[in-house]
């Protein structure tokens, strides 16, 4: 997983991807639950998407983004409640499960989507790592980079549609991070450039 790339950011991130998979293994456990939290933009689903593709224990993890749980763009305390109720809390119980996906456009509930417990879960979003969080998962990722690059790739990753929320997001991700502390919860801490 080394970049030979002279990109930083490539580098940057197979570099936090090497620690996180390293972190994974250490837990020796067959469904380990793994949390990714940081700001819009920060690299959170790249890194996820990059360690669900190397998964470093037998199965698959179920790979589930905290932006199909958020109902809308004031969603965010919600979406991380809703991911607590329907997926980490019966995952660590051993218990199978269902969460609903959001859909945006409709702005109602969609399709359901069952978690296994025998199977690893990577939850990534702002939001992921509380402290009710935090004492169900095993590995806790705070990914951090700086306001201008999240900003860009945050645009050019969702387009338009997120630049007149782009505020009032950042707002819910301020009101997160000075209640719930997440960086210093979090196990790793992985910064983009």
């Known amino acids: 997983m080394h970049s030979r790339s002279n990109d930083p950011f490539a580098q940057a991130?197979?570099?936090?991807?090497?620690?996180?998979?390293?972190?994974?293994?250490?837990?020796?456990?067959s469904n380990p639950v793994v949390l990714f939290d940081g700001r819009a933009g920060a690299g959170k689903t790249t890194l996820s998407r990059m360690i669900a593709a190397n998964w470093p224990i037998a199965g698959r993890p179920q790979l589930i983004p905290l932006d199909s749980?958020?109902?809308?763009?004031?969603?965010?305390?919600?979406?991380?409640?809703?991911?607590?109720?329907d997926i980490l809390r019966p995952h660590a119980r051993g218990l199978l499960?269902?969460?609903?996906?959001?859909?945006?456009?409709?702005?109602?509930?969609?399709?359901?989507h069952a978690v296994t417990p025998a199977l690893g879960v990577i939850l990534e979003g702002c939001g992921a790592i509380n402290p009710a969080s935090a004492r169900l998962a095993d590995v806790r990722v705070w990914v951090d980079s700086p306001t201008a690059s999240r900003k860009r790739?945050?645009?050019?990753?969702?387009?338009?549609?997120f630049r007149p929320h782009w505020d009032?997001?950042?707002?819910?991700?301020?009101?997160?991070?000075?209640?719930?502390?997440?960086?210093?919860?979090?196990?790793?801490s992985v910064t983009l450039p």
């Open 168 to 188: 009032r997001w950042a707002a819910q991700e301020d009101h997160h991070i000075q209640r719930h502390g997440p960086q210093e919860l979090a196990t790793l």
């Open 13 to 29: 991130l197979a570099r936090g991807a090497a620690d996180v998979i390293e972190a994974i293994r250490a837990v020796e456990a």
């Open 69 to 85: 749980l958020y109902p809308g763009w004031d969603g965010l305390d919600a979406g991380a409640e809703r991911a607590l109720h």
């Open 153 to 161: 790739r945050a645009l050019e990753r969702d387009g338009e549609a």
């Open 97 to 112: 499960s269902t969460w609903r996906r959001w859909d945006w456009e409709l702005e109602v509930e969609a399709e359901a």
